[in-house]
């Protein structure tokens, strides 16, 4: 446990609110908000993405463009002031020899008489190339003792918005942990034991401030674990409740169906055709459907979900099809009613979503509840109280890691128990996919059609780059069009990595002002987001500039570059994810993956995205190179809604939950008057409670 928490303490309680943390008045609570942080529990589990270590300074001559490093130097000669600019800059130089290195700081004007000739400083920033010389902009200043103090401490670096820093989330997080207890340890010493974890609140305490990275990875175990044990216990109690529900909704094999296969413009592979008649099997058998199919992207799962729609509304009932995002929804619908019209099929659909108004979402509504529709598409929408189905007999959630297994529940319970089919594009493997989806059979379809072309890969550096946009421009005069993705919104302190917002603007100089550019992040409001979609589709937006928000929820056939900026920040399957956004037309399609790491390792894993299009093939590799130094920054994009652990990275961690949750339901059992084993048993009821009554959207 960190030491200097150890004193007097004032109780908090996890559930107060943030506002009662001492320093953190309305405009930072405001703040703490936007980042769904409300009580003291929720900034305790609000991890660090990363951590920043202060090396030791390097020479002027060992400095390098596009690093995060310090500097220490006597300063020769006075800096400069730029009254005349409106961000008041203040230059200088320092030399050592005959290697130079530029320092430049905005609206800071008083270290012009702070900084004297004669003095002694560390300076710590990003390193840039600016006009031929290197230049490090805004640095930080430290007195030798100052950088000493920090030598080799892990410093925690969160995920932030405008205006609130990863000093001021560490300043309230150590507030807590002097002022109140962490919850009680819930697992029995058997099970710490057993797979040598750390105490609970050691690990919390740890994870926001390791004195090593040693002691790191061992906290993180720890919460991991936790993450993990208490997913798979609840899928455990939901599968106890729909396990043995009979099928009340039973169908049989339908003409109507074989024919709109047959007359389809292509034929079905083997693996559509082996997955169709297992979901047919459910559909017509003694027990209710609850069935995951795991398709890579493009291997064709959204003519299998409307095959089940058509048999089961073949047979009087309705199906509800729920996706995450409007956009999506939107093309489904589209696709829907051209394959009615074009075909002949029984359905009558209805689109429902959260932006249309109260007028059409009542109207849609009544179609609804009278069975006037009976295939409704939408998002979250169609979990509303308000939304009342007359015979719901099939629910298919699309990228079901994008809700959560309540969302999926919840819409089990607008009907009579009715069948539930999940699709989903992530590339899990067989092994861990069983623990995860432990309330569902598994499907997979594991082959591409034939017509689809593969897509071209290439692995490069940053000096790549105008190369790229110039491969953009051709495309887009071709009438095609481009993403370009980044890992984040805005510039974070102490992370080389590009953003979003400058990289938009920086681009809109380096296009043809004929080519227009549109920007997309999840931190914008749904409507706004949509509206971007909508004209990126439409092509009036020919390059997209986004964050992850695009791996899921637009389908753009005229897209054919997708080029990925940093992509050493993301893991292969999410890597995978993002490229399959292109190839979905008859063009030949492109992605560009731009390493903007000088380490070898991180060449090593994207050269896998090279070797294969296979996105079950691309996970396997990556769990075998994954390790201990891999902790944080290759991330999975939050896969079902893990605030730490990841799927790929943390196999090891998730099969032992499997085990431990086996023994967790023993001693639930066997040796329910002990003590140790009520306390874990009211915590998980409390814990699972809460989780399957709560719309975690």
């Given at each position: 446990m960190q030491q200097g928490f150890l004193i007097e303490r004032i109780p908090m309680e996890e559930q107060s609110p943030i506002g009662q943390i001492k320093g953190v008045g309305p405009k930072t609570e405001a703040l703490f908000h936007k980042l769904d942080i409300y009580t003291a529990g929720d900034l305790l589990h609000y991890y660090p993405r990363n951590y920043d270590r202060f090396e030791a300074p390097v020479a002027l001559a060992d400095v390098e463009e596009g690093r995060l490093l310090s500097v220490?130097?006597?300063?020769?000669?006075?800096?400069?002031?730029?009254?005349?600019?409106?961000?008041?800059?203040?230059?200088?130089?320092?030399?050592?020899?005959?290697?130079?290195?530029?320092?430049?700081?905005?609206?800071?004007?008083?270290?012009?008489?702070?900084?004297?000739?004669?003095?002694?400083?560390?300076y710590r920033g990003r390193v840039v190339q600016k006009r031929g010389m290197l230049v490090m902009e805004q640095p930080n200043i430290y007195t030798p003792a100052e950088y000493e103090a920090l030598r080799n401490v892990l410093q925690p670096i969160y995920p932030l918005t405008n205006g609130i820093?990863?000093?001021?989330?560490?300043?309230?997080?150590?507030?807590?942990?002097?002022?109140?207890?962490?919850?009680?340890?819930?697992?029995?010493?058997?099970?710490?034991?057993?797979?040598?974890?750390?105490?609970?609140?050691?690990?919390?305490?740890?994870?926001?401030?390791?004195?090593?990275?040693?002691?790191?990875?061992?906290?993180?175990?720890?919460?991991?674990?936790?993450?993990?044990?208490?997913?798979?216990?609840?899928?455990?109690?939901?599968?106890?409740?729909?396990?043995?529900?009979?099928?009340?909704?039973?169908?049989?094999?339908?003409?109507?169906?074989?024919?709109?296969?047959?007359?389809?413009?292509?034929?079905?592979?083997?693996?559509?055709?082996?997955?169709?008649?297992?979901?047919?099997?459910d559909l017509c058998g003694d027990k209710l459907m609850s069935r995951l199919v795991q398709g890579d992207v493009g291997s064709g799962k959204t003519i299998l979900s409307i095959l089940a729609l058509l048999l089961t509304v073949e047979h009087g009932f309705q199906g509800a099809l729920m996706v995450p995002t409007e956009v999506l929804a939107r093309q489904h619908y589209e696709e829907i009613c051209r394959l009615t019209e074009d075909y002949g099929l029984s359905f009558k659909p209805i689109l429902l979503t959260g932006s249309m108004s109260r007028k059409e979402k009542r109207q849609a509504y009544d179609r609804i509840e009278l069975g006037l529709a009976n295939v409704i598409i939408g998002t979250h929408a169609l979990i509303q109280g308000q939304v009342i189905y007359k015979n719901l007999g099939l629910v298919v959630t699309d990228e079901q890691h994008r809700f959560g297994v309540r969302q999926r529940e919840a819409l089990t319970e607008k009907g009579d128990s009715p069948h539930v089919l999940?699709?989903?594009?992530?590339?899990?493997?067989?092994?861990?996919?069983?623990?995860?989806?432990?309330?569902?059979?598994?499907?997979?379809?594991?082959?591409?059609?034939?017509?689809?072309?593969?897509?071209?890969?290439?692995v490069v550096d940053v000096s790549y780059r105008e190369k790229a946009y110039r491969f953009i421009e051709k495309e887009t005069?071709?009438?095609?069009?481009?993403?370009?993705?980044?890992?984040?919104?805005?510039?974070?302190?102490?992370?080389?990595?590009?953003?979003?917002?400058?990289?938009?603007?920086?681009?809109?100089?380096?296009?043809?002002?004929?080519?227009?550019?549109?920007?997309?992040?999840?931190?914008?409001?749904?409507?706004?987001?949509?509206?971007?979609?909508?004209?990126?589709?439409?092509?009036?937006?020919?390059?997209?500039?986004?964050?992850?928000?695009?791996?899921?929820?637009?389908?753009?056939?005229?897209?054919?570059?997708?080029?990925?900026?940093?992509?050493?920040?993301?893991?292969?399957?999410?890597?995978?994810?993002?490229?399959?956004?292109?190839?979905?037309?008859?063009?030949?399609?492109?992605?560009?993956?731009?390493?903007?790491?000088?380490?070898?390792?991180n060449q090593e894993r994207l050269e896998i995205l090279n070797q294969s299009n296979d996105g079950f093939f691309i996970a396997a590799e990556d769990l075998k190179l994954r390790g201990p130094g891999d902790l944080f920054g290759i991330r999975q994009s939050g896969l079902?809604?893990?605030?730490?652990?990841?799927?790929?990275?943390?196999?090891?961690?998730?099969?032992?939950?499997?085990?431990?949750?086996?023994?967790?339901?023993?001693?639930?059992?066997?040796?329910?008057?002990?003590?140790?084993?009520?306390?874990?048993?009211?915590?998980?009821?409390?814990?699972i409670d809460r989780k399957t009554s709560q719309l975690q959207l």
């Open positions: 220490a130097a006597h300063i020769h000669k006075r800096p400069e002031l730029n009254m005349n600019s409106p961000l008041k800059i203040v230059t200088l130089t320092l030399t050592e020899g005959e290697a130079s290195l530029k320092l430049t700081w905005f609206r800071m004007p008083f270290l012009k008489s702070k900084l004297q000739p004669g003095s002694y400083y560390i820093t990863s000093k001021t989330i560490g300043k309230a997080v150590r507030q807590i942990l002097q002022s109140s207890q962490c919850r009680q340890e819930f697992l029995p010493l058997e099970i710490r034991k057993n797979y040598q974890l750390a105490d609970y609140q050691d690990a919390i305490e740890t994870i926001h401030f390791p004195s090593s990275m040693e002691e790191l990875v061992f906290a993180r175990r720890r919460l991991v674990f936790d993450e993990f044990l208490l997913f798979i216990l609840t899928l455990r109690r939901l599968r106890e409740r729909t396990v043995t529900n009979p099928n009340t909704f039973c169908m049989q094999s339908s003409p109507k169906v074989e024919q709109f296969i047959s007359n389809l413009p292509y034929q079905l592979t083997k693996a559509q055709q082996r997955t169709w008649k297992e979901i047919e099997a999940v699709m989903s594009a992530t590339p899990i493997p067989r092994t861990l996919a069983i623990i995860l989806y432990g309330d569902l059979d598994i499907s997979v379809v594991d082959e591409l059609p034939a017509e689809r072309l593969p897509i071209k890969n290439c005069a071709a009438g095609r069009q481009a993403y370009i993705i980044c890992p984040m919104v805005e510039e974070s302190e102490n992370l080389e990595v590009e953003n979003v917002l400058d990289y938009t603007e920086q681009l809109r100089t380096l296009l043809p002002g004929t080519i227009q550019i549109g920007c997309l992040h999840g931190r914008m409001k749904n409507i706004e987001k949509d509206s971007i979609m909508e004209s990126f589709s439409r092509n009036e937006i020919q390059v997209l500039v986004s964050t992850t928000v695009i791996e899921v929820g637009i389908n753009v056939r005229n897209a054919t570059v997708m080029m990925i900026e940093n992509a050493e920040r993301f893991g292969l399957a999410q890597l995978h994810q993002l490229r399959g956004r292109v190839g979905r037309g008859s063009h030949q399609s492109y992605c560009i993956f731009v390493n903007g790491s000088k380490d070898s390792r079902l809604d893990f605030r730490l652990a990841d799927i790929y990275q943390d196999a090891d961690i998730l099969k032992n939950c499997a085990e431990a949750a086996e023994r967790l339901e023993e001693l639930l059992e066997k040796e329910a008057d002990k003590e140790e084993v009520q306390s874990l048993n009211a915590y998980l009821r409390e814990y």
